[in-house]
């Protein structure tokens, strides 16, 4: 049959990312202590176009993505899917986005109770023929700040809210990219309080009293994020966003940086 899409564009535009959006399948993400856990992945995958193609085929980036939602996969997997849309496509340049929830295990800070806590998560790679992947790890991290302004000036009490980190890093190496686990655990030391998604009455007790302890503007937040950064091994470069979702105002506050490290 007519392959259409090799056919010829006269219109001279070669074209940076052409793919597929939103793609949902279930992938295999590696866990720290071993074996994965199964997630459901929401995916973007594009590859280059030369300006001379009239376009890609598409059909191409699920046969490429099929056989890995089998497979547990990290940065090293993300590495040989990019090389295989790069061959599979005849492509100058392969990008991949998988976004999914990540579940870590947190026991309650008195009582132990055990739970899961969901995390944002993402696997960003991108490839260009005959040069090594950039990957970019995502994570964002629940938590709660407490405003120290508050603490200072009431009488009793202190206005708290939920708060975000967003971070993206990536490393010297594409793969030796820390483990979500261990980004999770460290960003959570820079709020006021972790979350834990089961309380009981005495573990309420703790994390009201420990962010009162403990109050941190979002400002404070970001700060100690980036210094916790700084300190791990083989970052190269990070962005980062705080959000608190403002209990006593109808808006938030914001806060983000972005640094590389020489």
């Given at each position: 049959m007519?392959?259409?899409?090799k ?13 597929v959006?939103e793609?949902?399948?279930?992938f ?5 202590e071993?074996g994965?856990q ?13 300006e001379k193609?009239k376009g ?5 980036f699920?046969e490429v993505l099929?056989p ?5 996969i990290?940065?090293?997997e993300m590495d ?5 849309a790069?061959t599979?496509?005849e492509?100058?340049s392969?990008s991949?986005k ?6 870590i295990e947190?026991s309650a ?6 739970s899961l806590?969901d ?9 260009k023929?005959?040069?090594p ?9 629940p938590c ?16 708290n809210?939920?708060s975000?980190?967003r ?7 594409a793969?030796?990219?820390p ?13 006021s309080c972790?979350?834990?998604p089961t309380?009981?009455?005495e ?8 962010a009162?302890?403990n ?5 404070d937040i ?10 791990l091994p ?12 403002e209990s006593?105002h ?13």
């Open positions: 007519k392959d259409v899409q056919s010829h564009d006269a219109r001279g535009i070669e074209i940076q990312h052409v793919g959006n793609v949902h399948l279930p295999l993400i590696k866990k720290k071993g994965f199964q997630v459901l992945a929401s995916i973007r995958f594009t590859v280059s176009l030369p193609y890609t085929h598409m059909s191409r699920l099929m890995w939602s089998q497979k547990p990290e940065s090293r040989s899917i990019l090389s295989d790069l599979r496509l492509a100058e392969a991949l998988i976004r999914f929830k990540y579940f947190k800070p008195v009582s132990g109770r055990k806590l995390i944002d998560c993402s696997f960003s790679g991108e490839k023929r005959g040069e992947m950039q990957f970019t790890l995502g994570v964002v991290v709660t700040s407490l405003c120290p302004c508050s603490k200072e000036i009431s009488e009793y009490g202190a206005h809210q939920r975000v980190i971070v993206k890093l990536r490393c010297e190496s793969h030796r990219t483990w979500i686990e261990d980004i999770a655990k460290a960003l959570e030391k820079c709020a972790q979350i834990y309380l009981k009455r573990d309420e007790k703790y994390v009201t009293e420990h009162y302890d109050p941190k503007f979002v400002e970001l700060r100690d994020t980036v210094l916790t950064l700084r300190k083989g970052i190269k470069w990070f962005s980062i966003e705080c959000e608190n979702f006593i109808n808006h938030n506050a914001f806060a983000s940086h972005e640094e590389t490290i020489v």
